[in-house]
């Protein structure tokens, strides 16, 4: 059984990937879903959600330039079903490297596609970088699908028609066919701004099919899980974050997730 991997992208930093990303790996991992994050960010903040440190030599930086197997990287994030290959701070030179190499875009892809068809994980999540250079764009060439954090603003709308281009230019180049924008969650929403409102009803309008039902709420406990090294659901699991989470899990485990 191949494992679904989803690409969580947006050029922009701070609108809820991260936070997104270990969520939704921990929601997914408990449902008894195998599922494993890799942290694509040279900042490392999906690593150290978890309690993590960044080591040199532990992350993706080495198999992301000579392609070798990611296996060797996997580490335990200490929760049931739930792995991480980490982040580390070389990966911020591999931008540069990179683009001396052949096929610099499918890098990652070669790593990890052991991964994606063996060890029993249904779930692949990529934490992108908040920009659109190599790192994410490998990321983007090794995903089935994209999944973008969209803050609640209307300068966030300029961003979405900028990354969602990007999906096309990867296709048409022939590196990755295949890569489709699978969803798209509304985050730091605030039901009490007509705003966010707005904004929400906006995007659904262009992308009818895409946006999740569920929209993650502004809340300072979502902000402060991962200082203490916890998820929300660790941390607060009778937050609003933490309802939010779990409701948005269920709606990507029916949209991607095919009967076992």
């Not at 080495?62 to 392609?67: I, S, T």
């Not at 798209?184 to 701004?193: E, G, K, P, Q």
Request: glycine share 8%; with cysteine; charged share 20%.
């Amino acid at each position: 059984m191949t494992a679904k991997v989803l690409a969580i992208a947006n050029q922009k930093g701070g609108v809820g990937k991260t936070t997104t990303t270990v969520n939704l790996g921990a929601a997914l991992s408990s449902q008894g879903i195998p599922t494993l994050i890799i942290d694509m960010d040279p900042q490392g903040n999906a690593t150290s959600s978890f309690g993590l440190k960044k080591k040199p030599g532990e992350g993706v930086y080495e198999p992301l330039l000579n392609g070798a197997d990611l296996s060797s990287r996997v580490l335990s994030t200490g929760r049931k079903n739930l792995w991480i290959v980490p982040s580390e701070l070389d990966l911020a030179a591999a931008e540069l490297e990179l683009s001396s190499q052949q096929n610099y875009l499918t890098k990652l892809l070669t790593s990890i596609n052991r991964l994606k068809n063996e060890y029993g994980l249904r779930f692949i999540l990529i934490d992108c970088p908040p920009t659109l250079g190599l790192l994410s764009m490998n990321s983007l060439c090794a995903a089935d699908h994209l999944l973008v954090t969209l803050q609640s603003e209307y300068l966030a709308l300029e961003g979405l028609g900028q990354i969602v281009g990007v999906i096309d230019q990867l296709k048409h180049a022939g590196a990755n066919p295949n890569l489709s924008l699978g969803g798209i969650v509304m985050t730091m929403y605030d039901n009490r701004t007509r705003l966010s409102y707005e904004v929400w009803q906006e995007v659904s309008t262009h992308y009818p099919d895409k946006v999740f039902k569920t929209a993650i709420p502004r809340t300072i406990r979502l902000s402060e899980a991962p200082s203490f090294g916890k998820t929300i659901f660790e941390y607060d699991p009778r937050s609003l974050g933490a309802q939010a989470y779990q409701a948005l899990t269920k709606e990507v485990i029916g949209r991607f997730l095919s009967p076992a």
